[in-house]
């Protein structure tokens, strides 16, 4: 038995099984590689499904985590602290908003979402009590809450967590004709990714967010858009919103937020929208806590300087390049996404999304599958070009190419 063996023995003995992850066992990490207890060196092409957008120990979030942890690292919203003022600030103003109500993770800025447009519904567009309706689209992910599942159609997700939380209707992802009859005078909110992630880097169909943005204009509805895994740089913008001239009225932020050190995320909106609350009405012990503030304070800065959201456009062009060849020999059937995130639908005959993984992690580079044959790759921004080069060989390798 490996040092790995007798590791992963533990995990499964001791932790629930909600995931199946690949059996590797990281060690260490930097940048874009990851080591194992072994000594291997793995190329990360997943990147913490887009929480380590900034790479692995990226020296700059680590020193800001350094010099905060030697300060104070929570005071609970029961006091203010020095760092929450300019978190609130800098974040809404990267965002084009007024704003900011911070909580820890996806999941809970998704609830945070959810219960603020039902609050907006109800004290400003005069929804009637208990009416309020929310539309998602299928495929969606937005987390994993009860209430969150009670709007999946992943079977998987959603499978006997009943009863559901009642109030949303789901539409078919791009289908205009379906949003447009879901909307009624009760509607409060559309709640969208612009890219679905889980749902294997689905693009919506070109058009669709800006028809869907008008329509929620004109029937006084809130366009609630998820960036969790999508913003913050990923796609080549700060947001995938951009790419479609979109801006909604409510940003959901969360994983690259805290830089892969801390969780951290954020509603961020209008102070028509965000001033419906009242104190005591929402909350967290340790949403917008100093650590959590000072490392995404860095995080934004980063962000000012658009280097990475270049880097993730000129890298992205290049592993979209690489990756179109592939579907035209037969064993890749679609390739999806944009910057430096890709969805890559390989033909069932060369094996299920799993054994792609498995058969790239021999190789030495880890990615992750969704959906039957398809496998997500999501590179750190900080990726260099040779070894994004190595990885996309690696793959070709693997499909016998």
């Known amino acids: 038995m490996t040092a790995t063996d007798d590791l992963i023995a533990a995990a499964e003995a001791h932790s629930a099984h909600t995931y199946h992850p690949l059996p590797v066992v990281v060690a260490s990490a930097d940048g874009a590689w990851m080591t194992d207890v072994e000594g ?25 985590a350094k010099a905060q942890l030697e300060r104070v690292t929570l005071t609970s919203r029961a006091f203010h602290h020095d760092r929450f003022a300019a978190f609130c600030e800098q974040l ?28 907006w519904g109800y004290r400003v567009k005069g929804v009637p009590s208990e009416m309020a309706k929310i539309v998602v689209v299928g495929g969606n992910f937005h987390g994993r809450t009860t209430t969150i599942i009670s709007f999946s159609t992943d079977p998987e997700a959603r499978a006997d967590y009943g009863p559901y939380t009642p109030g949303f209707e789901i539409v078919p992802y791009g289908d205009l004709t379906a949003m447009r009859q879901a909307l009624t005078e009760n509607t409060v909110a559309v709640l969208i990714e612009p890219i679905q992630g889980e749902a294997g880097v689905l693009v919506p169909p070109a058009g669709y967010l800006p028809a869907v943005r008008e329509l929620t ?50 509603v961020v909106s209008s102070a028509d929208v965000l001033g419906v609350f009242r104190p005591g009405e929402h909350g967290s012990t340790f949403g917008g806590n100093p650590l959590a503030c000072a490392v995404a304070l860095e995080v934004i800065a ?60 021999d190789r030495r580079v880890l990615v992750k599958d969704t959906h039957g044959s398809t496998i997500r790759i999501a590179p750190p921004l900080v990726i260099e070009e040779e070894d994004l080069d190595w990885g996309v060989a690696q793959l070709r390798a693997v499909l016998g190419l």
């Open 302 to 361: 980063m962000l000012r300087s658009g280097e990475y959201q270049a880097r993730a456009a000129e890298l992205g062009e290049r592993l979209h390049r690489q990756l179109a060849e592939l579907t035209g020999t037969g064993r890749v059937t679609q390739v999806r996404g944009r910057g430096l995130w890709a969805g890559v639908d390989v033909h069932p005959r060369y094996g299920t999304g799993r054994d792609i993984s498995e058969k790239l992690m």
């Open 217 to 266: 204009r004109e029937r006084n509805v809130l366009f609630v858009a998820d960036e969790i895994q999508s913003g913050l740089g990923r796609t080549g913008r700060t947001f995938a919103c951009e790419h479609e001239g979109v801006v909604p009225d409510v940003y959901v932020l969360g994983k690259a937020l805290g830089g892969g050190i801390v969780p951290v995320s954020a």
């Open 40 to 64: 291997r060196r793995y190329l990360d092409l997943l990147a913490g499904y887009s929480a380590l957008n900034f790479g692995h120990g990226n020296r700059r979030l680590v020193e800001a």
């Open 92 to 119: 809404a103003e990267l965002c084009g908003m007024e704003m900011v109500l911070p909580m820890n993770t996806g999941a809970e800025a998704v609830e945070t979402a959810v219960k603020t447009a039902r609050k």
